[in-house]
């Protein structure tokens, strides 16, 4: 993997900010987009442009061949047995509430369990919470070790006979852990419940094979993987998807309509109702085939290298507190840490003045943050476009925040 030539591949790595090269370490809030991508969107409006699966014009056609062929590609990238069983939606976000409003709330009833984490982004955890309102349903924690990661003994106590549904990240945004999805999964399926997996972290950092890892739910983002924002996948077991209800009622999810009824169309059409994200999800389609020329094992290495080497150069820092698992062999591409008596916000601050972007705040799980009793933290992830000398960018800009913040307390 030629790092140096693939940061070509992306036009606004050239961008300066506040006088410095941008150096930008916030690819798990949101990635940047290759040429490759941003050309094929452009030539999607420029030449293709209308709407799918209702006119019989030529446009109309090419449309919608490039819309079901990009269905196809990200089939095969997450190596689902076909593509109806991908549905295109917003984002991990739209995809889990789909799956709590139209699987979960109808499926589940008072009394049985949904297994989670402590540490789920709220849009992993939200949509249970509601579930378990409106039907009943209990929601359990498997609760995290001192590092962040599951105990296997704690994860076979909480899956029990009641248990109908376990939903975790397969890769958390703050801690970087990976969890070990498929053995989990197995463990859910032994007592008859279904595995939901928030993949917004991992599918765009390595290879997610859905058949291998045995989930019945696969949810993920466009934007965080070089794709579009507004753009996101829900992948389904076909006969889950087949009782699933749909979210949205309106034009092109339907079957026949009656004045006092209606019937829908078969997965995954009867998701998608109203125009769907047709451009979005053509840029999808070329963000994966972008991603698979490269490699996502060679993309998971990269990430592996980056976050060992960020690991070894901060964790000397004095008053530099370091969230997550302490080695990068099984962790996710980030680091989130706090600098002792420096707000997050601040940080960040400072480190922007030097043309470093990171994340700073509650990373959208406000559960975890209690867990680890701090109010907020900063985050730095990487991806295929970062190199080791952003991260000495990062070590150095940090350095600098800790002499001007020792100076500001006096
Ligand atoms: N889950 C995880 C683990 C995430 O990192 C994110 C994005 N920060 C989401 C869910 C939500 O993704 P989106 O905002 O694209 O819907």
């Given amino acids: 993997m030629n790092v140096q030539e693939i940061r070509k591949d992306f036009p606004i790595l050239e961008e300066t900010v506040n006088g410095h090269p941008l150096v930008y370490l916030d690819s798990a809030a949101t990635s940047q987009k290759p040429r490759q991508v941003i050309e094929v969107l452009q030539k999607y409006y420029e030449h293709d442009n209308s709407n799918v699966h209702r006119g019989v014009h030529t446009l109309g056609s090419r449309a919608t061949e490039a819309y079901e062929l990009a269905r196809e590609k990200v089939a095969r990238f997450i190596r689902a047995k076909s593509a109806e069983q991908v549905v295109f939606t917003r984002g991990t976000t739209e995809s889990l509430n789909m799956v709590a409003y139209g699987y979960a709330r109808q499926q589940l009833k008072e009394g049985d369990e949904i297994v989670l984490t402590p540490s789920e982004h709220h849009s992993n955890l939200i949509p249970w919470q509601q579930v378990a309102r409106t039907t009943g349903a209990v929601l359990k924690y498997i609760p995290l070790q001192p590092d962040g990661t599951l105990a296997m003994e704690d994860v076979k106590t909480a899956i029990t006979p009641a248990t109908k549904l376990v939903a975790m990240a397969h890769v958390s945004n703050v801690l970087g852990t990976i969890h070990p999805v498929r053995e989990i999964a197995a463990l859910a399926h032994e007592v008859g419940a279904i595995m939901v997996v928030d993949g917004a972290q991992s599918v765009p950092h390595m290879p997610v094979d859905v058949q291998d890892l045995g989930c019945d739910f696969l949810a993920f983002s466009g934007h965080k993987m070089c794709g579009p924002t507004g753009v996101g996948v829900l992948y389904g077991k076909r006969e889950l998807l087949d009782v699933m209800e749909p979210t949205y009622f309106g034009g092109e999810m339907i079957d026949i309509v009656e004045l006092h009824s209606a019937t829908w169309k078969d997965t995954p059409y009867k998701f998608e109702g109203g125009t769907p994200i047709i451009a979005g999800a053509i840029g999808l389609g070329a963000a994966v085939d972008y991603l698979s020329s490269i490699g996502m094992e060679e993309i998971r290495s990269h990430d592996q290298k980056l976050v060992a080497y960020a690991l070894e150069r901060l964790s000397d820092m004095p008053g530099l507190s370091i969230y997550g698992p302490k080695s990068g062999v099984n962790r996710g591409g980030l680091v989130t840490f706090n600098l002792d008596g420096v707000h997050p916000h601040d940080v960040s601050t400072v480190l ?59």
């Fill in 352 to 410: 922007d003045a030097e043309g470093i972007a990171i994340r700073a705040g509650h990373h959208c799980a406000q559960p975890l943050m209690r867990w680890l009793n701090v109010g907020s933290t900063a985050r730095a992830s990487f991806y295929l476009y970062n190199t080791e000398s952003d991260i000495d960018a990062l070590f150095h800009g940090l350095q600098s925040a800790k002499e001007f913040f020792q100076h500001a307390i006096g």
